[in-house]
């Protein structure tokens, strides 16, 4: 119970802050990990589970009211600071913590089905991913109403592809730093400066105590089975099965956020459950049970999905609380003067972590982020800077690529 407390503890610090990730304290914890070897496994696997699960409902609160996203919530900002500026950021809050509890549980309920489909949905569709992902592009480009649009989200969709390339293989900076500083500038920091120019204040936030989510049942599913797909394919992330959720579910603003969610809380337990399943790694919290636990069979796996729930409940509600006072605190003061702080804090933040070398990037993925809001095409089109080299991945055509442009 302690370890899972302070597990919750360092989710909320990671969620908050920019640029600290809980992959970071776990890379300390296993470095440290003959200094905890006075508590039981069942203890750590507590913390690990718990530092994981709190991170996710917190990082809403950086993501959604200040548009300063990770890689797990980049296409959250997107639906997420419009509902904000529009006066309904309460709600967005509360969406996005609902839909991500209600996947979990629902998750849970249904993993004995899970654990027999697994196997099968990792056999039958990882040949077939890039594919998949291109279809997903095309139509996003086809959905561009004029010519002149779909042209530029071409343009900026290869062009943001290539960018991607090149810094996530650079050899001057690691492919774990360099996406605090790309996915900043591609995707939040235009929205701030945006901000910095239409908006003075935050306008009055709307709560709505019968908060109606449109399509729940159809929300849930799609960030249940995206998570899912997420979760037990290597080389995918959230951002990419958001992509894939945005083009091929139609869901209202507020329904495609809670999607989101769910996408985030289900990657997360099916990362686990790979582990479990054919002891495959794919996440931060993954890698530090797979340290920790000799064996990971029925037992740990049901222990597991009750730290889950438990750390999940707890963190749900500390988001809620935290995050009402935030978006209160938000309203009574200039959110311009705000903006330029966090604009100034979050340049500092990434040369302080990154260097000269994630200045660079941020600076060129800010212009590139910059250039969907002059040109009037949908700002995703940047997805491809994890787009494409995640589709050159599946195609095995990474190394032909990268010896081109290098």
């Known amino acids: 119970m302690i370890l899972s407390g302070l597990g919750i503890v360092l989710g909320f610090v990671a969620g908050i802050l920019p640029g600290i990730h809980p992959n970071q304290f776990f890379v300390i914890f296993i470095t440290l990990l003959p200094l905890f070897s006075t508590f039981s496994t ?10 994981a699960v709190s991170n996710v409902f917190f990082n809403y609160i950086p ?30 809050l ?15 309920v249904l993993l004995p089905l899970f654990l027999v489909l697994i196997p099968i949905i990792h056999s039958f569709v990882y040949p077939y991913i890039h594919w998949l992902l291109i279809v997903v592009v095309a139509l996003m480009i086809v959905k561009e109403r004029k010519v002149k649009g779909k042209i530029a989200a071409l343009v900026l969709y290869i062009t943001s592809g290539i960018w991607g390339i090149v810094t ?20 939040g920091l235009p929205g701030l400066i945006a901000s910095i120019e239409t908006t003075t204040r935050i306008p009055y936030q ?11 049942p159809r929300v849930v599913i799609s ?20 992509m894939v959720i945005s ?51 029925t037992e740990e796996l049901l222990f597991s999905c009750g730290v889950f729930l438990f750390s999940a409940g707890v963190s749900a509600i500390g988001a809620w609380i935290i995050g009402k006072k935030f978006l209160r605190l938000l309203q009574r003061i200039n959110y311009r003067k705000v903006s330029i702080i966090i604009l100034v ?55 032909l690529v990268v010896s081109i442009l290098f």
């Open 345 to 399: 804090f979050t340049v500092l933040l990434v040369f302080v972590l990154t260097g000269l070398v994630g200045l660079f990037v941020l600076v060129i993925s800010t212009f590139l982020g910059l250039l969907p809001l002059v040109l009037k095409v949908k700002r995703t089109c940047n997805m491809g800077y994890l787009i494409l080299p995640t589709t050159l991945y599946f195609s095995k055509s990474t190394c």
């Open 206 to 216: 709307v709560h709505v105590k019968d908060v109606k989510i449109p399509q729940l």
């Open 42 to 51: 069942p203890a750590l696997v507590a913390l690990i589970i718990s530092t």
């Open 94 to 108: 509360f969406i996005s913590i609902v839909c991500a509890l209600l996947t979990l549980i629902i998750s849970i």
């Open 223 to 242: 960030g249940l089975l995206a998570g899912l797909l997420v979760g037990i394919l290597p080389g995918a992330g959230e951002a990419q099965a958001g």
């Open 63 to 92: 993501s959604l009211f200040f548009s300063v996203p990770d890689a797990n919530t980049v296409m959250n900002v997107l639906p997420g600071h419009r509902m904000v500026l529009s006066g309904y950021g309460l709600n967005a």
């Open 247 to 297: 083009e091929v579910v139609r869901l209202k603003e507020s329904g495609f956020l809670g999607a989101l969610a769910g996408i985030n809380m289900s990657n997360l337990l099916f990362s686990v459950v790979s582990l479990y399943s054919f002891g495959k790694i794919r996440s931060g919290a993954a890698v530090a049970l797979d340290r920790i636990l000799l064996k990971f069979e």
């Open 168 to 187: 996530l293989n650079s050899i001057v900076i690691s492919s774990d730093d360099v996406l605090f500083p790309a996915l900043t500038g591609l995707f």
